[in-house]
Nanobody, 121 residues
C-alpha cells in the first residue's frame, strides 16, 4: 500500500514557474514507476509526465515537453514536477500516481488527492 500526498500547487502568472512535490509513504517507493496526471475543469484526466523506478527513463506529454521536468528522490520517497513557462492551458488539478509506469492511467494503482494549479493570463 502506498499513500501519496501532493503539495506545491497555487496561483501563478503566465510565464511563471511552480514545483510540485509528491510525498509517498511506505518502504517500497523505489519499486514503483511514478507519474503526474492533470485534469482541467470539464476535461478528462490526461498524462503529463512519468519517470521509471531507476530514474533513467522519463516521458512527457507533447504539451509540456521542454517546459516541465519530472524527477524523483528515492531516498526521500518523493517525486517532483518542475513546471516552467506556465500558461493558462496548464490550469488543472495535478495528481501524482504510483504503479507500473508509462502514460496510461490504468497502469497506476495508487493516486494522490491532487493539488490545484491556476495560471492567470
Amino acid at each position: 500500500q502506498v499513500q501519496l500526498v501532493e503539495s506545491g500547487g497555487g496561483l501563478v502568472q503566465a510565464g511563471g514557474s511552480l514545483r510540485l512535490s509528491c510525498a509517498a509513504s511506505g518502504r517500497t517507493f523505489s519499486s514503483y514507476g511514478m507519474a503526474w496526471f492533470r485534469q482541467a475543469p470539464g476535461k478528462e484526466r490526461e498524462f503529463v509526465a512519468s519517470i521509471s523506478r531507476s530514474r533513467i527513463m522519463t516521458y512527457y506529454a507533447d504539451s509540456v515537453k521542454g517546459r516541465f521536468t519530472i524527477s524523483r528522490d528515492n531516498a526521500k520517497n518523493t517525486v517532483y514536477l518542475q513546471m516552467t513557462s506556465l500558461n493558462p492551458e496548464d490550469t488543472a488539478d495535478y495528481y501524482c500516481a504510483a504503479g507500473g509506469g508509462g502514460s496510461y492511467s490504468s497502469s497506476y494503482d495508487y493516486w494522490g488527492q491532487g493539488t490545484q494549479v491556476t495560471v492567470s493570463s
